[in-house]
């Protein structure tokens, strides 16, 4: 059964540091992995997707990387800013397409970037 | 992308109450997916709606205490019935696109008094 884990649960960093996120899964079979950012009390919004033939994706300021045979994948914030406190989540999706195909989630890592 | 609305946002139920909460996307989907989110925790799949036949539940939810509705390619409903303070949650609407990016709706949060 695979499993997500994000450590540590919350992080606090002084603005414009440079940061990142761990995400660690126990079984490497995946289709792909999934970053989103949570504000509190709302939704999910997809940050970046990762195939799992892919190293890494890049969206302005916002890095991941994916190492599937050791099970881990980072998020990297650069220069980070107060509206980027959030909770982050990373989410797995199983080699298989259609409904079988579930994600597993972490339980995220809630951060907070102080002015 | 998917553009993905739900409602209500927000409500306070009585306990013993039923509440219905409606997910529209912007365009259509062959599946869509309920999740629930108790506080302080991440999100777990209630069950995945297919158009024109039945839900599939996972493990640990049933029907009966979640009905699921889906009309057509753009629309579902979720329903919470009998609520308990225990249903106190933010409930997810969530559908799949391209590449299996999994997009979410604003969700729905939901206090059980």
């Known amino acids: 059964k695979q499993e997500v884990t994000q450590i540590p649960a919350a992080l606090s960093v002084p603005e414009g540091e440079n940061l990142v996120l761990n995400c660690s899964f126990t079984d490497s079979a995946i289709y792909n992995l999934q970053w989103f950012r949570q504000d509190p009390g709302k939704g999910l919004t997809s940050l970046l997707l990762?195939?799992?033939?892919?190293r890494e994706q890049t969206s302005g300021r916002l890095n991941a990387s994916l190492d599937k045979s050791s099970g881990r994948s980072t998020l990297y914030i650069a220069a980070s800013q107060p509206g980027d406190s959030a909770t982050y989540l990373c989410?797995?999706?199983?080699?298989?397409?259609?409904?079988?195909?579930?994600?597993?989630f972490g339980k995220g890592i809630t951060l907070s970037v102080r002015p | 992308s998917a553009v993905i609305s739900q409602k209500p946002s927000r409500d306070i139920c009585q306990r013993g109450t039923s509440l219905t909460i409606q997910c529209q996307v912007d365009s259509q989907v062959t599946m869509m997916f309920w999740y629930r989110q108790q506080p302080g925790q991440s999100l777990t799949l209630i069950a995945t709606a297919n158009q024109g036949s039945e839900a599939t539940y996972e493990s640990g939810f049933v029907i009966d205490k979640f009905p699921i509705s889906r009309p057509n390619l753009t629309f579902s409903t979720l329903t919470v019935s009998n609520m308990s303070p225990e249903d106190s949650s933010i409930y997810l609407c969530?559908?799949?696109?391209?590449?299996?990016?999994?997009?979410f709706g604003p969700g729905t949060r939901l206090l059980v008094l």
């Open positions: 989410a797995v999706s199983p080699p298989v397409t259609g409904a079988n195909s579930k994600l597993t």
């Open positions: 969530s559908v799949r696109g391209g590449q299996e990016t999994q997009y």
């Open positions: 990762i195939q799992s033939s892919q």
